[in-house]
Every structure is written in C-alpha cells, then in structure tokens.
C-alpha cells in the first residue's frame, strides 16, 4: 500500500483464504456443545455470473461433477441475480460438505473468476432458529447470520453465535459487513 492509497483512506482487500473453510468442523463442534446449533448438511457457494464462454464451460464442469453424488447439488438464482451452487450431505459429514464446497471455490478461483464470488454459506440449526455461517471472499472473514422472518434477523444471537466460536473462525469486526442473505438456500 503507497502513501497516495493512505492519504485517500484506500485500503487493501484481504485475499481470500480458501483453507479457512476448513476451520469449520471444530467450529461446528463448539457451537453444537455450547449453544445447541447442529448442522443441517447443506452448504452454499454464492457467486455472479459472469458473460461469456468461458464461465459457461466452467458451470457446466461444476454442474456434471456435483451431479455424479446421487444428484444431491443443485443451482438457484436469487432475486438479486445470484448463483447460489448448493450442496446436501448428512448432517454428521461437515468434513465432507466442506471439503466439496471448497473444490468449487478452488474451481471457480483457479479459472479466473474469483472476483465473481461472494460467499459461502453453511446452514446450522437448533431446532428452532436457522443459522448460517458465511465466509465473505471480499475479506478473508466469517460472519453469523441468523433470520427470524421475513427481512428480519437475530442481531443478539449472531453475537452470542461470534462469542462463543470466535476462536474458531476468523470473525468480521466491521458488523456493517455482516450483510443478510435472505432467501439463501438452506435457511
């Protein structure tokens, strides 16, 4: 970063760290003994599509290797126009979602469309309430998002969520950038 970026207040991106994901399963540990959230085993890759052939060959690549599981993979545009690639396991294989999650990220980085990804989602819920973790690739960072309605959302249990898995996953500090995901697949 030059000086001319730190006289205009211009900071740099945090790269995204893909392995992060990985740190999910512990954290799926902790927060299923410490507040009752289980996983629901289905898990999101959000991203917008891009124009051209070269994206369409890669969806296409991503759509016949997710279909060869028992056609648990599905895509779903929002009202938004977001893709949403989503994956269904069992509950019990958080190793396994994850490890599937990231291959598609990996993919899509890998092609050259990492600036088109958003987030990924993994779905929890205690029987009650839905939780989602998302990891936002703009920032390197994780965030709980927990809806009760209609464009409405849990603040106090998305705090409670970050202090209790804190130490598990690198947390957004700016809670501006803890943005909603209405309407996002699994929750």
């Known amino acids: 970063m ?14 995204p760290n893909l392995d992060q994901l990985f740190s999910l399963p512990s954290a799926a540990i902790t927060l299923e003994t410490a507040a009752g959230y289980r996983p629901t085993g289905s898990g999101s890759v959000c991203f917008k599509a891009a124009e051209g052939g070269g994206f369409s060959t890669l969806r296409e690549e991503v759509d016949k290797l997710l279909a060869l599981d028992n056609g648990k993979f599905t895509s ?8 949403w690639l989503v994956r269904q396991t069992t509950p019990d294989d958080v190793e396994g979602l994850v490890t599937d999650l990231h ?40 965030y709980p998002f927990v809806p009760v309605g209609q464009d409405r959302r849990d603040n106090a249990t998305e705090l409670q969520i970050k202090s209790i898995i804190g130490t598990d996953l690198r947390f957004e500090a700016d809670l501006s950038r803890w943005f909603p995901v209405y309407g996002a697949p699994g929750l």
């Open 103 to 142: 291959a598609v990220n990996t993919s899509l980085v890998d092609a050259g469309f990492g600036s088109a990804l958003l987030c990924t989602l993994v779905a929890f819920t205690n029987g009650t309430k839905s939780l989602g973790l998302v990891y936002l690739y703009k920032r390197g960072t994780w």
């Open 76 to 83: 779903h545009t929002d009202a938004y126009g977001f893709t």
């Open 2 to 15: 030059g000086l001319l970026d730190i006289l205009l207040g211009r900071s740099k991106a945090v790269p």
